[in-house]
Every structure is written in C-alpha cells, then in structure tokens.
C-alpha cells in the first residue's frame, strides 16, 4: 500500500472531519471507531504518516515508537479494559491486502468491554 495524504485518519488528523477523542500528545492520537465491532472500540495511530507497522518499524524514530506503544497501555487505561486492573482487551493491527486493511494509515484497534471472541474467524 502506498500512503494516500487524503486518507480518512489522515483528514482527522488535519482536523478536517471530527473525531471522539480519547487520548492526544506530541506523537500519538487515540479516538472511538465510527463503526463499532465491540462495546469498547478504541483507534491509536501515530501522528506521522506511516501505511502500516512494517512502514513504521522501518522509519519511525525510537520516540515515535515507544509512544505509540506506550499510548495503547494509556488508552486501555483511559477506557478501564487495562488487562492488570481491569478485564484485558485485544490489541490488533491489520496490513495491507491479506491483512485486510482498508485505511493506509497505521492503525492499532483497542476491542473490549465485553469478551471479544475468536482471534480469526
Ligand atoms: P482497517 O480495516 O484495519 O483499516 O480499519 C479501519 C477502521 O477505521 C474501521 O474499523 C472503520 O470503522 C474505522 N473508521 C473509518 N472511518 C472512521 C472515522 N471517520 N472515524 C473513526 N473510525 C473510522
């Protein structure tokens, strides 16, 4: 996948279309799935503009990618599905066409709430 700059994370990002915020800082943005698959649907993407984890892994600095991993613990936290405190969540990340991503713009999916199920169906 090649990284399209008008792509809908990317639009939210510029604040060109409105999101439910849950968690903001200098490298990560966090905010509820417009289409819910769980009672708790979270979305974390890194601010830069990476197609997927491997693109990321790849060229994003050490900064960015701590932040990003850390800001999936906060969130959960933020949200009470933390797996110490609370009742845990799964964290998954889909790439390019066998992965079966539809937005190329790295995304993490936060699901929970609820028992979320079989891992692939
Ligand atoms: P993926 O198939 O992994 O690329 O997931 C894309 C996700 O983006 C889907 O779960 C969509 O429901 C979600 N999505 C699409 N548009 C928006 C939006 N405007 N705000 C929040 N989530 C969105």
């Not at 604040?15 to 490298?27: A, D, G, R, S, V």
């Not at 960015?64 to 949200?79: D, G, M, Q, R, Y």
């Not at 609370?86 to 066998?98: I, M, P, Q, V």
């Amino acid at each position: 996948m090649i990284y399209d700059k008008n792509n809908i994370f990317a639009k939210i990002l510029r604040k060109e279309i409105p999101c439910k915020k849950i968690f903001e800082n200098e490298h990560v943005l966090s905010f509820h799935d417009i289409n819910p698959q769980k009672k708790i649907h979270a979305i974390v993407i890194p601010k830069g503009k990476y197609v997927d984890l491997d693109d990321f892994n790849q060229r994003a600095t050490d900064k960015e990618i701590v932040a990003l991993s850390k800001a999936i613990t906060e969130v959960a936290k933020i949200l009470s599905i933390s797996a110490g405190t609370d009742k845990g969540y799964r964290a998954l990340t889909n790439l390019n066409e066998h992965g079966g991503q539809e937005v190329p713009h790295l995304h993490f999916h936060l699901f929970g709430g609820e028992i979320v199920g079989k891992m692939v169906e």
